[in-house]
């Protein structure tokens, strides 16, 4: 596999403008998912227990007249037991640029702007995920689709593979096309995979009665999203909070990617943070939400799995949860796109070897925050292959 040299670089890589009328709030939303899993595996397991006790009530207790082994309650174990596992996030966009929900076509509707390989270690200690940057040029692997057609290999952008799958209609086609690139790009296997739909994001807002947000500036966005916020502080509900998150044109800000990724970690820190502080059937009704706008595999979509994950998760230091982007240098032959470097074939072996990410590698918390700087090494000599 070959990738190009890492170079130094000031100015950041925009889209095109077809590229900037796309979404970017999948990989935040992704992270909600993954930071909330838990919780709604805990919810599971309050309901499985409660449905416990109420059947308990039920029996007559003539315990003193036969003899009956005492009742215990027992949570599934680890499915995944005794191995590392690779969980492919994916985020499909059905929205437009007025937040309403797209038609359920198969061209508009098979977006995908967000994809994680989320590594869970198999000690249970690690967790890495790793974005794969949707505009990186990659060789796309022939597709099967569950029609029986198939798409032939080419070369094109990450994002495509997964629009690919979908052309006709088909969400597991669409997923599995976007997995086999995966595979195919990283060498890691992919176990499972979960499809979040951004639609549902307003409705987890809403669920929690919105997020709490302080500005120190005016933050205004009257020609398109009529946001307008600020200084000061504001309860969003989810429509505001997703023209928030998703604003192009606010003033005060340079409308770049970088800017609106900023806000978008922001929200979701509040997001998490206002959700840990709400009840349990407040954060039920928000777990809902998310699960009722997601699609996954049989095995991941089983409540015992999900309970004997999150079971084999619950002792995890939170600082081992990082979050990190696969390295890439923009395209020499776009400069609207861009290409993996060496560095990322670095992260491909840490994870097949079920290691911790390489040294300067630069990683984030769940909130954003860096947890170390980026110093790669020096460039290779190899010449570029973007064109092979």
Not at 239 to 248: E, G, H, Q
């Amino acid at each position: 596999m070959q990738y190009l040299k890492p170079r130094q670089r000031k100015r950041i890589v925009r889209h095109s403008d077809t590229n900037r009328k796309s979404f970017r709030w999948g990989r935040a939303l992704l992270l909600v998912i993954f930071a909330f899993i838990l919780a709604t595996s805990t919810v599971l397991a309050y309901k499985y227990v409660q449905l416990h006790w109420a059947l308990q009530k039920g029996i007559i207790d003539n315990s003193r007249l036969i003899d009956q082994p005492t009742s215990t309650i027992e949570i599934p174990s680890d499915s995944y037991e005794g191995r590392a596992v690779n969980i492919l996030l994916m985020g499909r966009d059905n929205i437009d640029e007025n937040g309403r929900v797209r038609p359920g076509d198969s061209g508009m509707g098979m977006r995908n702007d967000t994809t994680i390989i989320m590594h869970i270690s198999k000690d249970r200690k690690r967790v890495e995920l790793i974005s794969i940057p949707r505009d990186a040029l990659v060789k796309l692997p022939s597709c099967r689709r569950s029609d029986g057609s198939t798409a032939p290999a080419e070369r094109g952008m990450f994002n495509s593979a997964f629009a690919r799958g979908g052309a006709h209609g088909d969400i597991g086609s669409a997923a599995a096309c976007a997995i086999n690139t995966v595979q195919s790009i990283s060498g890691i296997h992919i176990d499972d995979f979960v499809v979040v739909d951004f639609a549902g994001f307003r409705g987890m807002v809403d669920a929690l009665g919105g997020v709490e947000m302080c500005f120190d500036k005016r933050y205004a966005d009257p020609h398109y999203t009529g946001l307008d916020v600020g200084p000061g502080c504001v309860k969003m509900d989810g429509l505001k909070a997703t023209n928030y998150a998703r604003a192009r044109h606010l003033t005060n800000t340079d409308g770049s990617d970088v800017s609106r990724i900023g806000r978008q970690q922001r929200l979701l820190g509040e997001l998490i943070s206002t959700a840990l502080q709400k009840g349990l059937w407040v954060q039920a009704d928000f777990a809902q939400q998310a699960l009722e706008n997601s699609n996954m595999s049989p095995r991941l979509g089983s409540v015992p799995t999900l309970l004997g994950l999150a079971t084999s998760l619950s002792s995890i230091n939170p600082e081992q949860v990082v979050f990190t982007t696969a390295p890439w240098t923009e395209a020499p032959s776009d400069r609207n796109r861009v290409v993996l470097t060496r560095q990322a074939e670095k992260i491909w072996e840490a994870l097949q070897e079920d290691q911790p990410l390489p040294d300067g590698i630069e990683r984030k918390d769940v909130l954003g925050n860096i947890r170390s700087t980026q110093t790669p090494e020096q460039p290779a000599k190899a010449p570029s292959t973007e064109s092979n």
